[in-house]
C-alpha cells in the first residue's frame, strides 16, 4: 500500500466550474499536508498547506481535512485553463515526507 | 534570484559512470532534501539534512548513493556506478524549520531539478 493514493485522472473541468482533488493516506501519525501544483516539465510549486480538521481557504483554493477519514481534498473554484496540470498531495509525519503520484486537471476553455 | 538553484540542470552520462548534482537552497534555509522523481510519479524522498547533519535518509537509497552538505549551506548528491534505472528528474528542496511542530509545517520550495538520463 502506498502511503499517500491520489487518482492519476486525467479530471477535466470547463473553464469557470469547481475541481475537487482527492489524496488519502496511510499513516494515521502524519501531521502536515500538503498540495503542490506540477507544470509539465517543471518543478512542483506549494499551493497551500493544512494541518487541522476542516477547511482552509486561500483565494480560489480551499484544502479539507478529515484525519478520522484519513483523506485531504482541493477545491479549486472558478477553474481557469491556466489551472490545467498536476496536482500533488504530500503528507509529513516529522521526518518523513510522502508524495502521492498526483491527479492530472485539465480546465477546458 | 534568491530560489533554489540546481546544476547541472541535464546530464547525460554512460552507464557505470559516477556523476555528482549540486543543489543551492534559500540562504537562510536549514533544511535541505533530495528527491527522485520518474515519469507520472509524484517526488520520491531520498534524504534531508538540517543544517550539515543528515537527519534521514530513504531505505530506497542504494549505497551507491550518497549527499554532503558540508557546511550547512549547499548540498551535492553524488551517484556511483550509474545504472539506466536513474534516469530520473532529481530535485532538491529546502525549507526554514521554526521548530514549532505540526503548527509551523516544513513547507518546502523546489529548485528546477536535474534530468539525468543514463545510456
Known amino acids: 500500500q502506498k502511503e499517500v493514493e491520489q487518482n492519476s485522472g486525467p479530471l477535466s473541468v470547463p473553464e469557470g466550474a469547481i475541481a475537487s482533488l482527492n489524496c488519502t493516506y496511510s499513516d494515521r501519525g502524519s501531521q502536515s499536508f500538503f498540495w503542490y501544483r506540477q507544470y509539465s516539465g517543471k518543478s512542483p510549486e506549494l499551493i497551500m498547506f493544512i494541518y487541522s480538521n476542516g477547511d482552509k481557504e486561500d483565494g480560489r483554493f480551499t484544502a479539507q481535512l478529515n484525519k478520522a477519514s484519513q483523506y485531504v481534498s482541493l477545491l479549486i473554484r472558478d477553474s481557469q485553463p491556466s489551472d490545467s496540470a498536476t496536482y500533488l498531495c504530500a503528507v509529513s509525519n516529522f521526518n518523513k515526507f510522502y508524495f502521492g503520484s498526483g491527479t492530472k486537471l485539465n480546465v477546458k476553455p | 534570484d534568491t530560489g533554489v538553484s540546481q546544476n547541472p540542470r541535464h546530464k547525460i552520462t554512460k552507464r557505470g559512470q559516477n556523476v555528482t548534482f549540486r543543489c543551492d537552497p534559500i540562504s537562510e534555509h536549514n533544511r535541505l532534501y533530495w528527491y527522485r522523481q520518474t515519469l507520472g510519479q509524484g517526488p520520491e524522498f531520498l534524504t534531508y539534512?538540517?543544517?550539515?547533519?543528515?537527519?534521514?535518509k530513504s531505505r530506497l537509497l542504494s549505497d551507491r548513493f550518497s549527499a554532503e552538505r558540508p557546511k550547512g549551506s549547499f548540498s551535492t548528491l553524488e551517484i556511483q556506478r550509474t545504472e539506466q534505472g536513474d534516469s530520473a528528474m532529481y530535485l532538491c528542496?529546502?525549507?526554514?524549520?521554526?521548530?514549532?511542530?505540526?503548527?509551523?509545517?516544513?513547507?518546502?520550495?523546489f529548485g528546477p531539478g536535474t534530468r539525468l538520463t543514463v545510456l
Open positions: 539534512f538540517q543544517n550539515e547533519a543528515q537527519l534521514e
Open positions: 528542496a529546502s525549507s526554514l524549520a521554526r521548530g514549532g511542530g505540526y503548527l509551523t509545517p516544513d513547507t518546502q520550495y
